[in-house]
């Protein structure tokens, strides 16, 4: 693409320099690449469960790795399905070679970086609100009247990452009140849920009031009288303070998330959890204010969280297949009702909290041979349901099928009944 740009004269419109307009777009051929990678992955998983001949698997998977999938009737729709379309929100944006900029402290102290300008042998200088010159290959943002000035830096020389991790194995679960519980019944981040809850509450309020003015400059314009609607839309209805908001908001629940993480790394070399990555579609219809507050973005910040941590510390994060590990008893392997953070087992005549009771049956789960990660999830009840006919009927927990049995001599002594 570069070269045919190059070629047919469509670089001259750029106005830029030409070091500046090819490493743009190397970065944006890098994020379609990037783009078609995360759909490969959720492409494989419908491989694994459409079929269990390995033959067929092997083949699906070589024609994905080649990327000969279109060949293929099932492949091609579900690259159609999962590959979306990638949308870059942000504008304004150029990329930087490592060599074409440099740093200098200025008169008082203050930090300035140079870059390629328009005109050749002419820098652009750049205040920076920081003492830590930036490396690399630099990404440089227009935002809002500024310059934002992104980077990479060497995680391993991060402060947190020289943190040893625990020695132990702990099984996560993710809450709301709090960012996780793990199978010691310890709560982590459990200033979670009053951040979600009062950032609900609040753009609850103002999208009501915005929603008012927007009908009144409506009305207005309607009327005719657009110098009122303009004055309306131009000083009450503008984004650059409700971004900065949200900004420092998605900043407070990463700290708390984060912190939550390394809390429970703190004493586990080994961490089992859920696929956060995975999409569920509950059956209970939830109300507005119930699904506004369980903000789906935080799910993803808590799965990239227990990966960066986990690798920067040097545990293992490992992940379970986690169909009803709120609603079966962890001790007899029951489903029992559910309310609110309380789990009924009648069998055990117990009532457990529910996020604990759920952390150690996810931890319980990683050494399961019958439930793997993708199992789906009617399989994994009926698995549970054999489980507890057998246990009450007091025969043996072995199961009747030969693939069931052969992963069984396989894991001796690891299922969830034996243990």
């Keep these: 693409m570069r070269d045919r740009w190059l070629a047919d004269g469509t670089h001259v419109r750029f106005g830029v320099l030409a070091n500046a307009w090819k490493e743009t777009v190397r970065d944006a051929m890098a994020d379609i690449a990037a783009n078609l990678a995360a759909a490969k992955v959720e ?40 590959w979306k379309r990638g949308r870059n929100r942000t504008h304004d944006q150029i990329v930087v070679r490592a060599d074409q900029h440099n740093t200098a402290t200025g008169g008082r102290g203050r930090l300035w970086l140079a870059v390629p300008g328009l005109q050749r042998r002419q820098m652009v200088r750049i205040p920076l609100s920081t003492t830590v010159a930036p490396a690399g290959t630099l990404r440089l943002i227009l935002h809002g009247g500024r310059v934002e000035v992104h980077y990479q830096i060497d995680a391993s020389q991060m402060r947190s990452s020289q943190r040893p991790c625990g020695g132990r194995t702990v099984g996560v679960d993710k809450g709301y ?23 609900s509450d609040r753009l609850k309020e103002r ?112 992940h379970v297949n986690a169909a009803y590990t709120s609603q079966a008893c962890h001790r007899c392997g029951r489903l029992g009702p559910r309310n609110g953070d309380r789990l009924h087992c009648t069998p055990c005549g117990v009532v457990w909290q529910a996020d604990v009771n759920a952390a150690i049956n996810i931890l319980q789960r990683a050494g399961d041979p019958d439930i793997a990660l993708h199992t789906p999830h009617h399989v994994v009840r ?34 969830a009944m034996s243990k």
């Design 43 to 82: 492409v494989r998983r419908a491989i694994t469960r459409r079929t269990n001949d390995p033959a067929e698997r092997k083949r699906m998977f070589n024609a994905l790795a080649v990327d000969r999938w279109a060949e293929d009737p099932f492949l091609a729709r579900q690259m159609r399905k999962h």
């Design 207 to 318: 999208n009501r009031r915005r929603a008012k003015l927007r009908s009144i400059a409506n009305s207005a314009a309607g009327r005719g009288d657009h110098a009122k609607a303009h004055r309306i839309t131009a000083n009450n209805l503008g984004t650059v303070k409700r971004e900065r908001q949200a900004a420092r908001h998605r900043a407070r629940v990463r700290t708390e998330i984060f912190t939550a993480v390394h809390r429970v790394v703190d004493k586990a070399a080994t961490v089992v959890a859920e696929d956060l990555t995975k999409t569920f579609a509950g059956r209970t219809t939830l109300g507005k204010n119930v699904n506004r507050r369980l903000a789906a973005w935080t799910k993803g910040v808590t799965a990239e969280a227990l990966t960066n941590v986990s690798e920067r510390r040097g545990s293992a994060l490992v």
């Design 382 to 415: 009926q698995i549970l349901q054999d489980r507890t006919d057998r246990h009450r009927t007091r025969l043996p927990v072995q199961d009747s099928s030969p693939a069931t049995a052969e992963r069984r001599a396989n894991y001796p002594n690891r299922s």
């Design 177 to 199: 009140t709090e960012a996780l519980t793990d199978s010691d019944g310890a709560r982590h981040g459990c200033g979670l849920g009053e951040l979600l809850s009062s950032e």
